[in-house]
């Protein structure tokens, strides 16, 4: 019942980074790490308004609460476009990231009450079923999103391979139509990370093209909330009497042993998971934030047969595949061998798969190996398919350790910890990679000739700061001038993340195995139950 998505970040996130350029960054566009703060923005109210609202959708029922957040859903995508419209990010932030987090709070634990009462028998398969459909959503959304982003489109104006052109504060001018307009320059690697076909190397006007992401967003919004109101419709909760088929007489829908939603906040149990949950998921979110770059950064240059703007899509769709099915996989193999045991394999596995990728990498750039790409690939999907079912298996979990009878409250206060490793996963993710970027800029500058840098930009390298700023330096243009032998650093930017996400996890793990049941004198009296 949850067909919004969270994945508009990743597969729109690269068109809001080159709004106005096109072809590649300018000036005035927005930062990978600025494009990116939507989703976090987004999980942190997803968590916040989820945890908040508990009481009162067990109050109104199912059906109220989905209603109310396909409002918020959608009217944030719309709210998000008129900001890409306008080049205006606090209106992104406020719409995707403030109401679409709070649309997502507040349908997301209503269905996944409502099943596990529905099959109380089968609580990680139903639970995870449900969450499926929020992990699903990127099958269908991003190739309808590469669709409506290409129909929307417009090609910017090419002024040639060879202009004249003049540096000011960092920026490029060049004449046009009798004027002096900005521009940019796109090389092979700029272009390489394009899905759109025909563009040639050169100078380009920038804010002459349209990447169609405010129409995107706008159609999205649209889509999402006839498709939310719909689910809203046919939800619907147990009747008390319900009984499961073969079973002669009513089936309970909640447990007699349960810990009251108020008193999470001091279980050592609920803690401990939350801990590992943020530890986890931090990894996971970070990756999915940055897949679609992470791939052309990393190996276009050099697989570039191989790794394509189709290619890096493709990566985006093989990691929802794996996202998807993870959560239907991992709910089913944790009613079989326990959710605890399950969540030690998520935590130790993504320890293993995140400490290999850097060495992979290297394999790649240093073998031009086809076979350790696949590797990366394939890891990178485990390790998505365990962030998966560890969302799918949590509410079951929840149940396991607190009751089922306030599951749902109990799982929209979980999602604070979700918010909290929305926050800090993909912030810290880009930061370092951020420290890596510039560390490596310094070292090409230490080894390019001033002469080639001035010829090249325009300028002294004096005044490098303001020409990174204005993105008219990067790394793939240093590399044009950098002298023959020097290795492109950008496949290794990653490194120092990757290393990062798995000692952390390896924290949560420690925590994690502390978790033990808990003390019964938490459990509500069964006549109080009964009340």
Not at 153 to 162: C, F, Q, V
Not at 506 to 515: K, Q, T
């Amino acid at each position: 019942k949850q067909w919004y998505q969270r994945r508009v970040a990743i597969t729109t996130g690269g068109p809001l980074t080159r709004d106005f350029g096109f072809v590649c960054s300018s000036a005035e566009d927005w930062s990978m790490t600025s494009a990116v703060v939507p989703m976090s923005i987004l999980f942190a109210f997803h968590g916040f308004s989820a945890a908040l609202a508990g009481k009162w959708q067990m109050k109104v029922g199912p059906r109220a609460a989905v209603a109310a957040a396909a409002v918020a859903f959608g009217g944030g995508f719309l709210l998000s476009a008129a900001g890409v419209a306008t080049h205006n990010i606090a209106l992104v932030y406020l719409g995707y990231g403030v109401l679409g987090g709070i649309g997502l709070g507040l349908s997301y634990t209503p269905p996944i009450q409502t099943v596990i009462e529905w099959f109380p028998d089968k609580k990680g398969l139903a639970s995870g079923l449900c969450i499926m459909g929020f992990g699903s959503g990127a099958l269908l959304f991003a190739p309808v999103a590469n669709v409506l982003l290409e129909k929307f489109s417009s090609l910017p104006t090419y002024l040639g391979a060879a202009v004249e052109t003049i540096t000011e504060n960092g920026r490029l001018f060049a004449e046009s139509g009798g004027k002096m307009v900005e521009v940019v320059y796109a090389n092979a690697a700029d272009l390489a990370k394009l899905s759109t076909q025909g563009l040639q190397e050169g100078f380009y006007v920038v804010g002459s093209g349209d990447t169609g992401a405010a129409m995107t967003l706008a159609t999205m919004g649209v889509g999402y909330t006839l498709a939310m109101m719909g689910s809203a419709l046919a939800i619907k909760k147990p009747h008390p009497a319900y009984k499961i088929t073969g079973s002669s007489s009513a089936t309970p829908t909640q447990s007699l042993q349960n810990v009251h939603t108020d008193d999470m906040f001091k279980m050592p149990q609920f803690i401990a998971l939350g801990s590992a949950l943020v530890v986890t998921a931090s990894g996971g979110l970070a990756l999915l934030g940055s897949a679609k770059p992470l791939m052309s950064e990393v190996f276009s240059g050099t697989l570039p047969t191989i790794v394509t703007a189709a290619f890096a899509s493709s990566f985006i769709l093989m990691l929802s595949v794996g996202n998807l099915g993870g959560r239907l996989a991992w709910a089913a193999i944790s009613d079989k061998i326990g959710r605890p045991a399950t969540f030690h394999i998520f935590m130790f596995g993504s320890i293993a798969i995140y400490a290999a990728l850097p060495t992979i990498i290297r394999q790649v750039v240093e073998y031009q190996s086809a076979a350790s790409l696949a590797a990366f690939c394939g890891l990178s999907v485990a390790a998505i398919s365990m962030f998966g079912g560890m969302y799918a298996i949590l509410p079951a979990y929840e149940s396991d350790l607190f009751g089922s009878k306030y599951v749902g409250a109990n799982h929209g206060k979980m999602l604070l910890f979700s918010s909290t490793a929305a926050i800090a996963g993909p912030s810290a993710f880009l930061y370092l990679k951020a420290i890596s970027e510039k560390a490596a800029i310094t070292d090409l500058l230490s080894k390019i000739d001033p002469a080639a840098f001035l010829e090249k930009f325009g300028s002294d390298v004096s005044a490098v700061d303001a020409l990174i700023e204005a993105k008219t330096v990067t790394i793939a243009k240093l590399m044009e001038i950098a002298p023959a032998g020097v290795m492109d650093p950008t496949p290794f930017l990653y490194d120092t993340s990757f290393y990062s996400i798995a000692a952390a996890i390896g924290i949560g793990a420690l925590v994690h195995c502390m978790i033990k049941p808990v003390d019964p004198k938490w459990y509500e009296k069964v006549e109080k139950l009964e009340k």
